[in-house]
């Protein structure tokens, strides 16, 4: 099993980013996915959620009306959309699946993601 982020970097505040994460060994299209992120000295927090199908979405207060998560099931991808960041959006985000039934967790090595003030 592979998750594989993309699509981090350095960012003004204001600016745009769009990560992506790219699955395979796992059948995609019946994994729920997530992203996660972690700021320097906090812990793992859910920032947006998108259940297998993509029919539905959730998002930390922080980041909604912001972040747009989305997936592509046919080509086995996710994606998390990014705008208006915030220095606070500072962290490195992880791409996880999950079965939550079969108690499966997968997480991805993570993308840094910087926003300068």
């Known amino acids: 099993v592979q998750l594989v982020e993309s699509g981090g970097g350095l960012v003004q505040a204001g600016g745009s980013l769009r990560l992506s994460c790219a699955a395979s060994?796992?059948?995609?299209?019946?994994?729920?996915m997530a992203w996660y992120r972690q700021a320097p000295g906090k812990q793992r927090e859910l920032a947006a959620y998108?259940?297998?199908?993509?029919?539905?979405?959730r998002y930390a207060n922080s980041v909604k009306g912001r972040f747009t998560i989305s997936r592509d099931n046919a080509k086995r991808m996710m994606y998390l959309q990014m705008n208006s960041l915030e220095p606070e959006d500072t962290a490195v985000y992880y791409c996880?699946?999950?079965?939550?039934?079969?108690?499966?967790?997968?997480w991805g090595q993570g993308t840094q993601v910087t926003v300068s003030s």
């Open positions: 998108i259940t297998s199908s993509g029919g539905s979405t």
């Open positions: 060994g796992i059948l995609f299209s019946i994994y729920d």
């Open positions: 996880n699946a999950k079965r939550t039934s079969d108690h499966i967790d997968y």
